[in-house]
Structures are given as structure tokens and as C-alpha cells.
């Protein structure tokens, strides 16, 4: 059995009946023989218009290096490199999340690579939508569509869900059209997976199949909890264990995308490990989760904040964590300058700190090099106008390439670019000849990368 990222949707009600509360979260409008039945029908007619169909098409591009001995067959001047294209569509679902401004949350998966994205509302009309910005990382797509008589869906505070909540996943699985299954939370906190880059999952066992990537995952008061995103299956259907992002994590980086039109990530800091049972007993400690911290970074958040190496930390804004994947992802997911209270054990003793995390766009030269080889030894900072090389080592790749201090990289080769993000995918092919255009001194010039 192996983890399998999916177009996925959603599911309801299992044939087992349960009785609910007498509370507001559904009506109970039929009886038999004088008992009233429970039935999510009525919080459904609510919330199903929020969840849509996402059509895509686009063309998949690979390139392939030709190998000098096949180049014979094809003449001198035959390419080193072949480009192939392949044209494909694909299926999803997404979630109004604000009706006044069309925008619609979905996996990033769902439309990565997509020409055209195709937005299937409740009532049956079909409305194309522009992509407002993603984060990979995280697995989130923030769309915007032009329409009236949208219904958007309330968020519930995804912190406070426990293992056993009842849960209704709203999807398009298989392209069968908006379906609905139910279950409750089976776990909180899933990481480590292997699915994103940052995983902090809600474990569900509401049917997810192929086709419910980005559908809601709801309470029972119709409330979103969740953006489902990915099961584990042996052939890509459900076997009761599913995924979804949650609505907390999620609501934190649309409101990035909206309001700078990318995901500035907050960083903590801090370099460390799981609490496992041998570093609990080693710290005279009861509990065994939490995230132990085995180095922090000079002139970081968390050294500002008096962070240190051996502390334990044991909650987010008030929020206990099991792990320290669960810490990354929670501050990645947070904005650069966001104000996070950490709860701390230190020398057996419970402590709380406030950090103001840094930007995770600054990057040190390690990653400047990650970008490009030849930008080893430049720290990069995203500029208003551009990006700015704020230090460059002497002697490194970086200095050497005629890159000096106080540069803004402002283009490579014929593209405008505006931050690190657009320089890392326009430099990700590095068999190509790259040009960066500079302003320097208020003049243009270009550095050709060697």
C-alpha cells in the first residue's frame, strides 16, 4: 500500500445510523412511526453550492538531452536537446471561500501547469477562472471567477478539532459530479507523509477518491474544516484514510496570496527532531510529544526571541504540537513578521516566549545556490522593484560572476522578474545560457551566469 497524491472528492452519510444531538446541526424533518430520523440533508442544501467542479487543460512540457552518439542519425546540426509536448486535462474540486470577490481555494496539483482552468458552479453554469497565485509547498491555489449568485463557505477554527468529530467530505470524485460521503477526524497532526513539503494533515475517514483534491472537508454544521487533498490507497481509491489540509493553515496563506500575490513564509529559526521516548526520559519528561530544538540560528527569530538549544516545544499560540514537523509546517505556513507565542519546557520548567518570524525570502547563500551555482556566496533579499543582493562573499561563484552588493536583479534573459520565486523557475534549467539583467548604480547592464 503506497501514498498517492490524487484529483480527489468527496463523500457522506455510511450506511451506519447515528443518532445526533438535539442541537442546530441538522433538521430532523422526518419520522417513523412517530420517531423523528436525523439527516444532514438540510445543513447540505446549505453548504454543497459552495463546493465546484475544476476542469483544466494544459501541455505538459518535457526536454529531453540528446546523447552525442544518436545526434550522428540526425545530422550536425541536429539539437542536443528535445522538447516534447503533451496536452492533458484533468479533474478536481474547489470551495468558494468569498462570494462578493469570486475566489476559490484548490490544490495546487489540481491546476499545476494548467492554459485553461474551468470552474463548474452548483447551479450548472461553467465560468472561466484566473489564477490569483499558489504555494507548492504547501499545496494550495488561490482562483478568482467573475459571477453572481455565488455562496461561500464559513471556516471553522480548524485548532480546535478533536479525533472523532464527525466529518462530511464535498467533492467531484471520478467526474460523477458533486458527491458527498461522511466519518469522523481519525487523527490530527499527520506529517512526515511524503505527500507536500509542509504537512500538517487532518486523517479522515469520509470516502476520498480521485477527483476530491481540493473539496471540502465540513463539520456537521456545514463549516469548513479542511481542503482535501490526498489518500492513501493501493490503487488510488478509498480505503478509509484520507487527508485534507486544514482550514486554519489554508485561510493563512490565501491571505498572503491576496494581499502580496505570493506566500511570504515565516521563519522561525531552528534546527531539531521529535520528542521521542529516549529524549523524554532523558529530560525527566512525562509526555512524549513535543519538538525538541538542537541548534538555533544566529540573528534569528527565535535566537531573538531567546530560543535555545535543549528547549522543548510543546505548543503554537496556545496550541499543543506533537512533532517537529508539525512546527515547521505551522510556521511556514504563517506569514514573515507574524507574532507567535511558543510554550517551552527548559531545564523541567514551562516557559512561554513571543518570536516575530523572519522572512524566509532572505535567503543565505546556501540557498542563493540552491537558485543557481553561480549565485553561491549572495544573500538575496525580494525588493519592491526587484531583488537585491544585500552581502556577497569574496571569492565565491557569486562575486566571481560580477555580481557586487547593492545589485537588483531585475530580469534573466528576456523576462521580467519580480521576486525569488520567478528567478528560481526561470533559472531551473541550467543547461540554458542565463543572462541576468542588473540595474546597478541606477544603470541597466547584463551578467551573463558562466
Not at 438540510?42 to 476542469?55: C, D, F, G, I, N
Not at 491571505?255 to 529524549?279: A, N, P, T, Y
Not at 519528561?285 to 528547549?311: H, M, R, T, W
Not at 523572519?358 to 525588493?383: F, R, V
Request: hydrophobic residues 40%; charged residues 20%.
Amino acid at each position: 500500500m503506497k501514498l498517492k497524491r490524487s484529483l480527489l472528492s468527496a463523500a457522506l452519510l455510511g450506511s451506519s445510523l447515528f443518532i445526533l444531538p438535539s442541537t442546530s446541526y441538522a433538521a430532523l424533518p422526518f419520522a417513523v412511526d412517530g420517531e423523528q430520523l436525523p439527516s444532514l440533508a438540510p445543513m447540505l442544501a446549505r453548504t454543497t453550492p459552495a463546493v465546484v467542479s475544476v476542469s483544466v487543460a494544459g501541455t505538459h512540457v518535457s526536454k529531453q538531452q540528446l546523447p552525442d552518439m544518436f545526434r550522428y542519425f540526425f545530422g550536425p546540426n541536429a539539437p542536443r536537446e528535445q522538447v516534447q509536448e503533451r496536452p492533458f486535462r484533468g479533474l478536481g474540486s474547489g470551495v468558494i471561500i468569498d462570494a462578493d470577490e469570486g475566489y476559490i481555494v484548490t490544490n495546487n496539483h489540481v491546476i499545476d501547469g494548467a492554459d485553461e482552468i474551468i470552474i463548474g458552479l452548483h447551479d450548472g453554469r461553467e465560468v472561466d477562472a484566473k489564477l490569483i497565485g499558489t504555494d507548492a509547498e504547501a499545496d494550495i491555489a488561490l482562483l478568482q471567477i467573475k459571477a453572481k449568485n455565488l455562496t461561500e463557505i464559513k471556516k471553522a477554527n480548524s485548532d480546535k478539532l478533536r479525533v472523532g468529530d464527525f466529518t462530511v467530505a464535498i467533492g467531484n470524485p471520478f467526474g460523477l459530479g458533486q458527491t458527498v460521503t461522511s466519518g469522523i477526524v481519525s487523527a490530527l497532526g499527520r506529517s512526515g507523509l511524503g505527500i507536500e513539503m509542509l504537512e500538517n494533515f487532518i486523517q479522515t475517514d469520509a470516502a476520498i477518491n480521485s477527483g476530491n483534491s481540493g473539496g471540502a472537508l465540513v463539520n456537521l454544521n456545514g463549516e469548513l474544516i479542511g481542503i482535501n487533498t490526498a489518500i492513501v490507497g493501493p490503487g488510488g481509491g478509498n480505503v478509509g484514510i484520507g487527508f485534507a489540509i486544514p482550514a486554519n493553515m489554508m485561510h493563512n496563506l490565501v491571505e498572503q496570496i491576496i494581499e502580496h500575490g505570493e506566500v511570504r513564509r515565516g521563519v522561525l529559526g531552528v534546527m531539531g527532531r521529535d520528542l521521542d521516548s529516549k529524549l523524554a526520559e532523558g529530560f525527566g519528561l512525562d509526555s512524549q510529544y513535543g519538538a525538541f530544538v538542537s541548534e538555533v540560528l544566529p540573528d534569528s527569530a527565535a535566537a531573538k526571541a531567546n530560543i535555545k538549544a535543549g528547549d522543548i516545544i510543546t505548543s503554537i499560540n496556545g496550541v499543543k504540537i506533537k512533532s517537529f514537523h508539525e512546527v515547521r509546517a505551522k510556521i511556514g505556513t504563517l506569514g514573515a513578521g507574524a507574532k507567535v507565542k511558543l510554550g517551552l519546557i527548559r531545564d523541567g520548567k514551562q516557559r512561554t516566549v513571543t518570536a516575530t518570524l523572519g522572512n524566509a525570502e532572505q535567503t543565505s547563500s546556501d540557498k542563493a545556490e540552491l537558485i543557481h551555482p553561480m549565485l553561491a556566496g549572495a544573500i538575496l533579499k525580494n525588493n519592491s522593484d526587484g531583488i537585491e543582493i544585500t552581502e556577497i562573499s569574496k571569492g565565491s561563484p557569486a562575486a566571481e560572476n560580477g555580481l557586487q552588493k547593492g545589485d537588483l536583479i531585475v530580469g534573466v534573459n528576456r523576462h521580467k522578474i519580480d521576486n525569488l520565486k520567478q528567478l528560481k523557475e526561470r533559472l531551473k534549467d541550467q543547461s540554458n545560457v542565463a543572462a541576468l539583467k542588473i540595474v546597478r548604480d541606477n544603470n541597466l547592464l547584463y551578467l551573463v551566469l558562466r
